[in-house]
Nanobody, 122 residues
């Protein structure tokens, strides 16, 4: 089992910045990618940013140029630097880790953190 712990959320004014952190622990042996998703009240969970084990990144159009995803050298901690925050960024942000199955013939497994609240005021 893999456990993800998020931190760094909070309340910030529009135009401000926050940095989210996600630390992975447990049975980690073959990570495909890590990333961040978010879910606002009444809306579906959506992708924010991902980074593969090879270092390639992907961002939602709504955050391009404002958010930056990165990781530590061990590739078990991922960060999301959020600049120029807007009220529409308000959501619960969830860390995600995708890992290959211990059994090669089974599907990859996604693990999720508990979520951290980000609130951006006008």
């Amino acid at each position: 089992q893999v456990h993800l712990v998020e931190s760094g959320g909070g309340l910030v004014q529009a135009g401000g910045s926050l940095r989210l952190s996600c630390a992975a622990s447990g049975s980690i042996f073959s990570i495909n990618a890590m990333g961040w998703f978010r879910q606002a009240p009444g809306k579906q969970r959506e992708l924010v940013a991902t980074i593969t084990t090879g270092g390639t990144t992907n961002y939602a159009d709504s955050v391009k140029g404002r958010f930056t995803i990165s990781r530590d050298n061990a590739k078990t901690t991922v960060y999301l630097q959020m600049n120029s925050l807007k009220p529409e960024d308000t959501a619960v942000y969830y860390c995600n880790l995708q890992q290959k199955s211990r059994l090669a013939y089974l599907r990859d497994t996604d693990y999720w953190g508990q979520g951290t609240q980000v609130t951006v005021s006008s």
